[in-house]
């Protein structure tokens, strides 16, 4: 994955690691992260995020920009747009590179906003109460500076029909994260009784809408047909799918023993598992697993281990895999539009980075 995106980089003209830098070395929030070093010593989730816009190999933060770049070059500019031209760097319109930081930082500031902690159900062990609600309070103020920030961007492109597409991506991800939010108070607490389609749905929103309304957007600030920007969409929409099937399946597929509890009931291998076993028994599974252990201290971790290896035995994981190689064969089939490039073909080799499993 680090292979295929660094030669991706190369690509787009620089590392979009840089991508949203000028935004997070500005005055603001360079007194934020000063505010934040106040967090270290507990378990506030915020300062994971913060270090994950340092280093982040394994999940590229930056990813959702990189490919709004690779898609953009990769379509080329409107050749009865000629005129406009002469504003492309490596291929890219300037508007379609702050595009692509918008994106990212549209992304970042819900990444931050996901950062708030649930007071009720702390433990001492989490740190301090005061340090916890200042943590959230810094969440909150910080989340909202990104988005206010990719919002006036958003303004200065001077494209309605971009405005509209990106605004009512941020509204697919409210509805998406309050979802989430309100079917499950504590997350792999219980699994919800929804099906794969309606699993789809909810991802969809919280985690697809965004890069492929930002690679319609990017289509259409080069003003290329309804066609094209639909077929950036689809693109955008199955790739981001194929990414979170993924990272549901990896607890599954690792062979790594440390990983054994480190995965949601609310997954996609675990929602399969429970389509083919059906509601009434994967619950019944559920509770003899949990009542089979007596010692509450490792009861949790325990009953999870079970039903990994339950999952594992049953048809789920092969079902995710396949899913996740279908809407991965839907993204390269979108793909099939754009005329053949290096652009096209990192693009691609993204697809093949999050299709391929051990």
Not at 99 to 124: D, M, Q, W
Not at 180 to 186: D, L, Q, W, Y
Not at 338 to 350: C, T, V
Request: charged content about 20%.
């Amino acid at each position: 994955w680090s292979q295929v995106v660094s030669e991706a980089e190369k690509i787009v003209g620089y590392p979009t690691s840089f991508m949203s830098l000028r935004c997070l070395l500005s005055d603001e929030l360079s007194n934020i992260a000063m505010q934040v070093r106040k967090l270290v010593g507990t378990k506030h989730p915020l300062l994971d995020t913060a270090r994950g816009f340092v280093y982040d190999s394994r999940n590229n933060l930056q990813m959702r920009g990189l490919v709004v770049l690779l898609i953009s070059k990769a379509a080329g500019p409107n050749t009865a747009e000629l005129s406009f031209q002469h504003n492309m760097v490596s291929g890219i319109y300037s508007s379609q590179r702050s595009l692509a930081e918008i994106t990212e930082l549209i992304h970042t500031a819900f990444l931050v906003h996901r950062g708030i902690v649930n007071i009720g159900e702390l433990k001492s062990c989490d740190g301090p109460l005061k340090d916890m609600q200042f943590g959230n309070k810094m969440a909150v103020l910080s989340g909202d500076f990104l988005l206010a920030n990719a919002c006036t961007s958003l303004a200065q492109l001077q494209n309605t029909k971009v405005v509209e597409l990106i605004s009512s991506a941020i509204g697919d991800l409210v509805q998406g994260i309050y979802y989430e939010n309100s079917k499950s108070s504590e997350e792999n607490c219980l699994t919800d009784d929804i099906g794969i389609c309606r699993w789809k749905e909810q991802v969809f929103l919280s985690h697809s809408a965004l890069l492929a309304k930002s690679c319609q957007a990017a289509m259409e600030l080069a003003k290329h047909s309804a066609e094209i920007q639909d077929t950036a969409f689809q693109y955008g929409k199955h790739m981001s799918m194929s990414h979170k099937l993924h990272s549901d399946l990896q607890p599954f597929v690792k062979e790594s023993p440390s990983d054994s509890t480190a995965f949601s009931l609310n997954s996609a291998p675990a929602i399969l598992h429970q389509e083919f076993l059906g509601r009434e028994a994967w619950l019944k599974q559920i509770r003899e697993r949990y009542l089979c252990t007596a010692d509450p201290l490792h009861r949790c971790a325990c009953v999870f281990q079970q039903l990994q290896e339950a999952i594992k035995a049953g048809k789920g994981v092969t079902s995710a895999i396949d899913l996740c190689r279908c809407h991965g064969n839907r993204a390269l089939a979108a793909l099939e539009r754009f005329p053949p490039s290096e652009a096209r073909d990192a693009l691609a080799n993204i697809v093949y980075a999050v299709t391929r499993f051990p």
